[in-house]
């Protein structure tokens, strides 16, 4: 029954304050009616998300027909004969769902059915779940079991191709998306007695994978494999990285690691398009986390160290993010930055140490890509790391979808595609990481991810890109060149494609990418998309920004400071072993600095003698006056 509710009343069907009770059967569930814009929704690829309606309420229950349901509100209770209910003017009767449905998702071309993300609801907006699915999904962490997309009011179930559904008969409204590439369906279906079946029709309108680039989400959690698998062939996530990690005295997903197989693939009876390898995310509190991917052999432990909330109470620091990361390469994996740029410390000298194969553009939900996490990528770009971006979720609850922000990478035509084309993929850097646009990007015959070597006069680049994009509405285009904006094209956001191309001069070294803005209806604008970076070499002279490689110095400082400082210290070989890989990353980059001139502060624990003898009283470029100690 729907149920108009006095002004703020909030049902509660449950626990010692309950205020709507039956004597004769039971209250299952209240929830808020939901107020869907059908106009919008049925005409519009990207519909605003649902709202609650005021004091309307969906309220379920079960009874005997002579039962009494009890109201509480405002100190008084009313006492109202279920069997009366539909004679009251504030209770309508909602059409329960008896219809037995098979709903069918299949591509238009073939006809074969697919994997999709699906969304059924009323015409009150109550959802209808499959009758394999729960109809109040679970958004909470570590509870996402159910191959559900929760977002906000807007429930979804992950289906294989087909599901059964018991509908209302009347007026239901189906909605169906697949990834990027494929355009969203949302209809209007009317289910009488003879409804048996409903057949969704597929569109693939965007070709990006048809000209090789394959989608992965680096960051899972907690997910099964198989549901993993489910969950990104429905979502057109063709590698989903699920992660081992540690959470004080918990582990997730510590038994679907092997060190070997790759679910999904040809070889383990799959059909090679859609992946999930498990790897681990090695955590530390204050050094940083790492995500190590695709390795091979034993499990690389520990998984976190050095005390809460990572690993245990009390645990000494036995390793750092740099060792992790050698030992991933030294196993055949990639190395990944998660989440950047938080923790913000040793991942800096991992970076420094040529020890990260790519940096993590991460979007909890959908709001897009944090600028911090651009902010400090371009500083590793800055001072020459040519370092790719992938994009991964960090998926830990139901409320982020795998993909919602995802990486794509081009598989060259003369490789097939597997988990280890798609690394090799990674190492070579073109990539882009997106909540939903889809770019190709040159700089002349240069793709993202490459050097391109200019002589000592450098020259005119010809920038030429192309962005589509059927779920999010592309609002800006913008070239980016070391760090900063150089070029605008402001966009139609109805449109779909766009192209173009920008003469950029270039008369030193630079890094130059593309970098997109989009924005939902019902919210604000976002960074939607970023593509990996071609570096420009001007007469061999590699990129480097004194006032950047300042603060990744600093980071590596602060690591050190808190290893000899803070940290709860091991047995004294591992204390050592832990600042050697650190006073080695330390030297690198300190040694490019002072061959730039750069002159710059020193934490108390990395004074070193070179500067009392050598003082400068001149400000150094970065802005910093000498040496202070």
């Known amino acids: 029954m729907r149920y108009t509710a006095p002004a703020g009343f909030i049902p509660q069907p449950y626990g010692d304050n309950a205020n709507i009770l039956i004597d004769l059967g039971e209250v299952i569930h209240a929830a808020p009616a939901l107020e869907y814009n059908h106009d919008e929704w049925l005409g519009n690829t990207n519909p605003r998300l649902p709202t609650p309606r005021p004091d309307e309420w969906i309220i379920e229950y079960s009874a005997h027909p002579d039962a009494l349901l009890f109201i509480e509100h405002g100190g008084s209770v009313e006492a109202i004969p279920v069997r009366k209910l539909q004679q009251s003017s504030l209770w309508t009767p909602v059409e329960n769902p008896v219809q037995k449905v ?41 509870e996402d079991y159910g191959a559900e997309y929760v977002q906000e009011f807007h429930y979804s179930a992950y289906i294989d191709g087909e599901a059964e559904f018991k509908l209302p008969r009347g007026d239901v409204y189906i909605e169906v998306t697949k990834g990027f590439e494929i355009r969203p369906v949302r209809r209007k279906v009317t289910v009488d007695g ?47 990285n699920l992660l081992t990690s540690q959470w004080g005295e918990m582990f997730s997903n510590l038994g679907d690691f092997d060190g070997k197989t790759t679910i999904g693939s040809k070889e383990n009876g799959g059909s090679g398009e859609y992946l999930v390898r498990v790897g681990t995310e090695n955590r530390q509190h204050v050094l940083g986390h790492i995500s190590l991917l695709g390795y091979e052999g034993r499990m690389i432990l520990p998984l976190c160290t050095g005390g809460p909330d990572e690993s245990g109470l009390g645990d000494p620091l036995e390793a750092t993010v740099t060792e992790w990361a050698k030992r991933c390469h030294e196993q055949g994996g990639i190395v990944v930055m998660p989440h950047l740029p938080n923790p913000r410390a040793e991942g800096a000298a991992a970076l420094v140490l040529g020890e990260v194969d790519a940096v993590e553009m991460c979007s909890f939900e959908n709001i897009g890509i944090n600028p911090y996490s651009l902010s400090d990528w371009y500083r590793y770009l800055n001072c020459g790391y040519l370092t790719p971006a992938v994009g991964g979720t960090d998926k830990m609850s139901q409320s982020t979808a795998v993909g919602t922000i995802r990486t794509y990478a081009l598989i060259p035509p003369d490789e097939l595609f597997s988990y280890e084309s798609w690394m090799n993929a990674i190492r070579r850097g073109n990539t882009f990481a997106t ?15 490459t050097r391109l070597e200019l002589s000592s006069s450098g020259g005119t680049l010809d920038v030429v890109w192309q962005v589509s994009s059927v779920t999010v509405p592309v609002t800006k285009i913008e070239l980016v060149v070391n760090g900063e904006l150089r070029e605008l094209q402001t966009t139609d956001p109805e449109a779909c494609h766009y192209a173009g191309h920008w003469s950029v001069p270039v008369k030193e070294s630079c890094w130059i990418a593309l970098r997109v803005r989009g924005k939902y209806h019902d919210q604000s604008e976002m960074i939607a998309a970023h593509t990996s970076a071609v570096m420009v070499v001007v007469e061999g002279n ?14 590596i400082e602060g690591s050190t400071a808190y290893i000899k400082t803070m940290a709860t210290k091991a047995d004294e070989q591992t204390y050592k072993r832990l600042l050697m890989t650190l006073t080695s990353a330390h030297r690198m980059l300190h040694n490019r600095m002072h061959q730039s001139g750069v002159m710059h502060h020193h934490s108390a624990v990395d004074d070193h003698k070179h500067h009392h003898h050598h003082h400068h009283d001149n400000h150094g470029p970065h802005g910093h006056s000498g040496h202070h100690h």
């Open 102 to 142: 098979a709903i069918r998702i299949v591509e238009r071309t073939s006809g074969r059915k697919v994997a999709a993300k699906i969304h059924v609801h009323g015409a009150f907006g109550d959802y209808i779940a499959p009758v394999a699915g729960h109809r109040m999904p679970n958004a909470h962490w570590f």
């Open 194 to 240: 003879q409804t048996s079946t409903i057949t969704v029709e597929l569109d693939h309108v965007l070709p990006w994978r048809q000209k090789g680039w394959v989608t992965a989400d680096t960051h899972v959690h907690f997910l099964s494999p198989q549901t993993a698998l489910l969950e990104g062939e429905a979502e057109g996530v063709n590698v989903v």
């Open 435 to 449: 909540l939903g646009p889809l770019i190709d990007f040159r700089v002349g015959e240069h793709e993202m991810g």
């Open 542 to 555: 590699p990129l480097f920004s004194p006032a950047d490689a300042v603060t990744i110095l600093e980071q």
